[in-house]
């Protein structure tokens, strides 16, 4: 197998975001392929457990079991036409840990969850689309951020933006995932719903998402209608997993943006180290005296190695071009925000 780039994806969400069945339609949509990318579990076992709650809630209507205090880790090969491109770290959380207490009183998961969130590429906040069935006005707007744990997630993502900005290291991409989204009445006859409304409703809740210098999404997500039935569980024809896959296409395509974007800086800073080692070359005075000839023998072996390390560097930087241009008009009606403002690398947004 070729070297694969690493990739950190956290989720945060409130209890019943749907977190846990989320996650168990991402995998079963992409093992199957999504727009010819897919992802497979690296540890067979782990694989055959997320298959079968995938089973027991498309067969037998039966909803996974609550996330508990010990996280379950995965860890997903993602591929795009067969092609194995990158390996996607993934903890799902229980819903309860976001709110809970750190330290030696308090939750090891909710530290644990904070440690990774501080080191993500990409972070998902789980919305329950409940809270969004209707228009979000100013009056609900208030209980919807304490139901939903807007609050805790802006305080968490405000921490982890400042502490990597004030470090020069890259900020992590965002995904405001809205669940269960065929409950929004979209095609509403008095006010059909948006997704530009859901947008701004997403904005007055979570602005630090819309922060100078982050890269948002706005991705609705359904699994299925999920119709219940008097034991608790679901109608397995109701489970119809749409869009499930659009958040992690996007947090590829920002991570592949932004190692295309480092490539870019630090083959600009060889050329100057080039440029360097040439004009010392011309400097040297004419003659085979034993000083010169030393010194065209070392800058010659710099100028190799520099060769070396861009012929590499441009390798990998057409590789990230390439994944970049192929992951981005997969998000066309995604909206995407830089800074609060709609992205210009992306396509059309749907109105």
Same mark, same amino acid.
């Given at each position: ?5 690493? $990739?950190? %994806? ?41 298959? !079968? ?17 010990? /996280? ?15 390996? %996607? ?9 976001? /709110? ?26 789980? %919305? ?7 228009? &979000? ?7 919807? +951020? ?10 968490? *993502? ?32 008095? #006010? ?7 947008? !701004? ?6 602005? *630090? #998402? ?10 609705? *997500? ?23 896959? &659009? ?16 490539? !870019? ?11 360097? #080692? ?24 710099? &100028? ?21 241009? +192929? ?14 403002? /709609?992205?210009?690398? $992306? ?5």
């Amino acid at each position: 197998m070729t070297e694969l780039h690493e $990739i950190g %994806l956290s989720t945060m969400g409130a209890p019943g975001a749907g977190k846990t069945t989320y996650l168990l339609a991402l995998y079963a949509a992409m093992s199957r392929g999504a727009e010819h990318c897919t992802l497979h579990e690296a540890d067979r076992n782990s694989d055959v457990v997320l298959a !079968d709650a995938w089973r027991d809630l498309g067969e037998r209507g039966r909803l996974p079991e609550p996330t508990n205090t010990v /996280p379950h880790s995965h860890t997903f090969v993602y591929a795009r036409e067969m092609r194995p491109l990158a390996r %996607l770290h993934w903890a799902d959380y229980r819903g309860g840990a976001l /709110p809970s207490f750190v330290g030696p009183d308090g939750s090891p998961d909710a530290e644990q969850l904070l440690w990774e969130i501080s080191t993500a590429h990409g972070l998902l906040l789980i %919305l329950d689309g409940e809270h969004f069935r209707k228009p &979000l006005g100013r009056e609900r707007r208030e209980a919807v +951020a304490r139901e939903t744990l807007t609050q805790q997630m802006s305080t968490v *993502v405000t921490d982890t933006l400042t502490t990597r900005t004030g470090a020069g290291r890259p900020l992590p991409s965002l995904t405001l995932v809205v669940t269960k989204a065929d409950v929004i009445d979209w095609t509403g006859t008095d #006010a059909p719903r948006r997704l530009t409304d859901l947008a !701004d409703e997403l904005r007055a809740l979570l602005p *630090v #998402a819309f922060s100078p210098g982050v890269t948002t999404a706005v991705c609705p *997500v359904s699994v299925g209608s999920l119709e219940r039935t008097a034991d608790g569980g679901v109608l397995p024809d109701s489970v119809n997993p749409t869009d499930v896959h &659009l958040p992690v296409l996007f947090h590829l395509a920002c991570f592949y943006r932004r190692e295309r974007e480092e490539l !870019d800086a630090r083959l600009a800073a060889l050329r100057t180290d080039r440029g360097g #080692a040439r004009r010392e070359w011309a400097a040297l005075p004419a003659g085979a005296g034993r000083g010169p000839r030393r010194a065209r023998e070392r800058l010659a072996v710099r &100028l190799q190695e520099l060769d070396r390390r861009e012929a590499t560097m441009k390798h990998w930087r057409d590789h990230c071009d390439a994944e970049s241009a +192929a992951l981005v008009p997969m998000l066309r009606h995604v909206p995407v925000f830089e800074g609060g403002r /709609p992205a210009t690398w $992306i396509g059309t947004h749907r109105g």
